[in-house]
């Protein structure tokens, strides 16, 4: 009983938007877990689609943002992969990235965000560990109050391309 009675302020951005700190207050819209579906590819691979769940969540009185991610196939729920990470927003509407993926491979970014639009834009400064993967841009935004997302990414062999898009409704 007693986390049923927590889990409406934690998920509420209004009732809760005094106690998000002020760095983080421009991108709260990206605030709790989101689901949905994606899809996949690269010049290298096979499109595929797959099922994603997407956290942002923040401890009151901190300048960050924690981020988790997990993704499944559609068809059977196994596991595909999962990446965690947190996400520094700065007063002058820019924000810092770092994030670890299941396969070893280390983000860091930089980029901007738009709290009027609702959009943040990353770009790798560091991708680390990455035997292939030399260059990955992140763009998040939300659009009819779903939270869209596309990334892109270059390898030593193909230029920066699309790699993931998809679309997640608020939870």
């Known amino acids: 009983m007693m986390m049923n009675q927590e889990t409406p302020s934690?998920?509420?951005?209004?009732?809760?938007?005094?106690?998000?700190?002020?760095s983080v207050l421009p991108i709260s819209f990206l605030l709790g877990t989101w689901k949905g579906?994606?899809?996949?590819?690269?010049?290298?691979i096979n499109s595929?689609?797959?099922?994603?769940?997407?956290?942002?969540?923040h401890s009151p009185g901190?300048?960050?943002?924690?981020y988790s991610q997990?993704?499944?196939?559609?068809?059977?729920?196994e596991p595909m992969h999962a990446e965690s990470g947190y996400w520094r927003p700065k007063p002058d509407g820019t924000i810092e990235v770092v994030i670890?993926?299941?396969?070893?491979?280390?983000?860091?970014?930089?980029?901007?965000?738009?709290a009027e639009k609702k959009v943040v834009k990353l770009q790798s400064e560091v991708v680390g560990n990455a035997s292939k993967v030399k260059e990955i841009t992140r763009t998040f935004e939300i659009v009819n109050g779903e939270l869209s997302y596309v990334v892109q990414m270059a390898t030593k062999m193909v230029t920066l391309q699309p790699h993931l898009k998809a679309i997640l409704k608020k939870l």
């Open 100 to 114: 670890a993926q299941s396969t070893g491979l280390v983000e860091v970014q930089k980029g901007a965000y738009d």
């Open 48 to 57: 595929f689609k797959y099922g994603e769940q997407l956290t942002f969540s």
């Open 37 to 44: 579906e994606g899809e996949g590819g690269f010049p290298t």
């Open 70 to 77: 997990k993704t499944w196939k559609l068809a059977s729920g």
């Open 10 to 22: 934690s998920s509420s951005s209004s009732s809760s938007s005094s106690s998000v700190h002020p």
């Open 62 to 66: 901190k300048p960050v943002i924690a």
